[in-house]
């Protein structure tokens, strides 16, 4: 059974959900702005991982306290660690949420046991692909997750704003080919975003790997349940 927490951390409370026992798991859900929405793959670690979920300050359950930015989500991520008596754990996440884990490593190496990549974007911002991207949202083929909260457009707004500064960085790829833990990356050949920035990014990393499934789309779990429990359970137990 999950046990839901509200933790203080730095002037805000932020809602945290923990279930399961083992290895520590943390995961974050897409967005940035929206509220969590990753139970369904966090049923599938928890037989044999401890699974944290967290909203991050002004989404969802948490409190609305500013600033909303890069630096300050990973800040109340460490912090939640800290809270949470954790030494080093597995991070990972969804969409916006693989790249805010890929981001967390990079900035605490130290304290990251190994990354989950799931349908993440990479380190870009090439938007060559939006017409092709607009076109797949209007042919129907982007499901949205059933969110119980809606999305904080001003939270994505500005965490986007401070991820763009984060990857412009000029030694953001060295730092990358030098992230000593390994990355699971996790892509459905149906998205309508494409893969290549994530392929890219397992290429670079020195233990990483990139896995396809077959006919995913976006949301892995709701096609693909068995195929992607099989990969993580593998890959984090």
């Known amino acids: ?15 945290v959900t923990e279930s399961g026992v083992g290895t520590p798991v ?24 401890r699974v944290l979920r967290f909203e991050q300050r002004g989404c969802g359950r948490s409190s609305a306290t500013p600033p909303y ?4 989500t990973l800040s109340d991520l460490d912090a939640l660690r800290t809270h949470f008596g954790i030494d080093r754990w597995t991070i990972g996440g969804h969409s916006w949420g693989a790249d805010l884990a890929l981001a967390y490593a990079l900035t605490y190496p130290e304290r990251t046991k190994a990354v989950l990549h799931l349908n993440g974007t990479g380190v870009q911002n090439d938007r060559s692909w939006k017409e092709t991207y607009e076109r797949g949202k209007s042919e ?38 030098d992230l000593p833990m390994p990355l699971l990356a996790v892509y459905g050949s149906e998205d309508i975003r494409p893969s290549w920035p994530v392929e890219q990014l397992c290429q670079l990393v020195p233990n990483g790997r990139f896995v396809l499934l077959q006919g ?15 990969v993580l359970q593998d890959f984090v137990w």
């Open 69 to 72: 930015d890069l630096p300050t």
């Open 216 to 230: 995913a789309g976006h949301m892995l779990w709701e096609t693909h349940a068995d195929d992607l429990a099989s």
């Open 140 to 177: 129907g083929r982007e499901p949205m997750p059933e969110f119980d909260y809606p999305p904080n457009m001003d939270v994505n707004a500005a965490v986007m704003a401070s991820w763009r500064e984060f990857i412009r960085r000029p030694d953001l790829l060295r730092r990358i080919s």
């Open 1 to 15: 059974m999950a046990i839901e927490h509200q933790v203080p951390v730095s002037g805000a409370v932020l809602w």
């Open 26 to 49: 943390m995961l974050c859900n897409g967005g940035p702005g929206c509220c969590d929405y990753l139970a369904p793959v966090a049923t599938m670690l928890e037989n044999h991982a």
